[in-house]
């Protein structure tokens, strides 16, 4: 579920991501990361995707996305958490209108304990699998078109192979699985679409308190500001993971200051707050290494 509005921190005032756009065209909105959940019991960070992109290069209107954790207290996430127990499946990033497109691969994002009642092939940290279509995206009337799917980790194993593939994406069309993986090496976050992607690079795992960061080696650059970009994995996300290579004991083997090679899937691409460069982690599932 999107955000109909956010809190617009440049104007005091929550809107629409309509006016945002029409604000950031007019100089009264600055950046696309100056937004926060708008729920006064809440200061979530939000990002309104696509309001620094060029009318002409929009794939999508702009869209608020939110880049972090919602407070305990937040009235927004209980509706968003409701709405997604009652949906057909909490991991299915597409909807009705992303109709059938023949020989293009969609992203499969559920964890391995969770049942698929619709997938075919192989499994456990999940590699092919099949979803059939929705009733009336099939090309032809009265079939049930099957639509191939693919974890993560079956798509960075097709990538490393120099595979060719189209990957369907959300609400924007088909993008060549070499378009879709994009290695971190110090470009400028405005040279990112805020669409789907999977962003990589060497890291290295650092055990924290409560949880474990990864930081690229190498940096991206924000008009004056030049980050390692990173992101955590906090032990509440671990701990309901159902992947084995996310399991508290493999991580405090990787933890051991020799980067691994980590890929991450985001929607909305790097973030910058508080003179950090950060990618928003929305689950295990997004996230992969190879040693």
Request: charge should be neutral.
């Amino acid at each position: 579920m999107k955000l109909v509005k956010a809190y617009a921190d440049d104007i005091n005032e929550s809107i629409t991501a309509d006016l945002a756009d029409k604000l950031y065209a007019e100089g009264k909105i600055k950046s696309k990361f100056s937004f926060q959940c708008p729920d006064s019991n809440c200061n979530a960070p939000v990002t309104c995707a696509n309001l620094d992109r060029p009318k002409v290069k929009r794939k999508r209107d702009p869209y608020y996305k939110v880049v972090g954790d919602h407070s305990g207290e937040c009235h927004i996430v209980k509706d968003i958490e409701s709405q997604r127990k009652n949906s057909r499946t909490k991991a299915d990033i597409y909807s009705d209108s992303d109709e059938y497109i023949e020989d293009a691969i969609r992203l499969n994002l559920q964890p391995p304990s969770v049942k698929r009642p619709e997938k075919i092939g192989k499994n456990e940290d999940g590699e092919d699998g099949e979803a059939r279509a929705r009733p009336g995206n099939a090309k032809e009337s009265g079939k049930r078109k099957i639509q191939r799917s693919r974890t993560l980790s079956s798509l960075i194993d097709a990538f490393l192979a120099n595979e060719s593939h189209l990957i369907q994406l959300p609400d924007v069309g088909v993008i060549h699985i070499k378009d879709f993986f994009i290695e971190i090496n110090g470009q400028d976050l405005s040279e990112f679409e805020d669409e789907f992607r999977i962003y990589f690079g060497k890291a290295w795992f650092n055990k924290k308190e409560q949880g474990y960061s990864i930081v690229f080696d190498k940096v991206l650059t924000s008009i004056d500001i030049t980050r390692r970009p990173s992101t955590y994995m906090p032990l509440s996300m671990l701990l309901e993971s159902g992947f084995k290579r996310f399991k508290l004991k493999e991580l405090e083997k990787l933890a051991d200051k020799k980067p691994k090679t980590v890929f991450l899937l985001s929607e909305a691409g790097p973030q910058l707050r508080n003179g950090y460069i950060n990618f928003w982690c929305e689950g295990a599932e997004y996230l992969d290494y190879r040693s």
